[in-house]
């Protein structure tokens, strides 16, 4: 069905609610489709996440590979100028280090019981240059950050269920107090 719309309607990028309703009726997380279509260069954020789909867009036409969604995460040991880039798992296999493998979405598990979010898809980002971007709104008017980064082989712990790499920015502490300052959520594109 949702090809069918994408055929029918041609969007140049898409934001999928992506919980609770599909986890409730379906019993399925969408992570592993949002991946299929950034892989596809269809920009395809979760959360309903506009904003973010206005930039993955973006880098997709800047770079011309596939984007991704995900939270601005935990620093990284003691280095600041790294942190933890994650999200579920709606994130293009070509940005991966290995395949990812589909598991039952942990976060919906503990709330509705296991096997009703299937779909979550697991893994680590490969290593390799990346420019980043998130957007909001203020006043009317679409504002967005831009950055350049990269993703290093540290490994991630054992605890995050989606996917996740170890992100290197120079000056990370101070972009980041200057984007938290500025409004912006937490979600951050790249490609």
């Known amino acids: 069905m949702l090809d069918e719309l994408i055929e ?5 990028a898409l ?32 959360e309903l996440d506009v904003s973010n789909a206005v ?14 969604c995900f939270d ?36 919906f598990a503990k709330a509705l019981g296991a096997g009703c979010g299937f779909g979550c898809n697991a893994g680590q980002l490969a290593p390799a240059p990346f420019s980043y971007s998130s957007a909001t709104t203020k006043d009317g008017r679409l504002v967005m950050y831009l950055g350049e980064g990269q993703i290093t082989d540290d490994p991630i712990p054992s605890d995050f269920s989606g996917c996740a790499g170890v992100a290197r920015i120079k000056k990370l502490q101070a972009k980041l ?13 790249i490609a």
């Open 8 to 12: 029918e309607q041609e969007p140049d």
């Open 15 to 46: 934001a999928l609610r992506c919980w609770i309703e599909l986890e409730e009726s379906l019993k399925v997380s969408p992570c592993v489709l949002l991946s299929e279509l950034n892989d596809r260069l269809i920009p395809a954020a979760c």
């Open 55 to 68: 930039t993955m867009y973006a880098l997709c036409l800047a770079t011309g590979r596939s984007p991704a």
């Open 72 to 107: 601005w995460n935990n620093n990284y040991g003691d280095d600041p100028d790294a942190c933890i880039l994650f999200h579920c798992g709606p994130v293009a296999q070509s940005l991966m280090a290995a395949r990812g493998k589909a598991i039952d979405h942990p976060m």
């Open 177 to 189: 107090n200057q984007i938290g300052y500025a409004g912006f959520r937490h979600h951050v594109s």
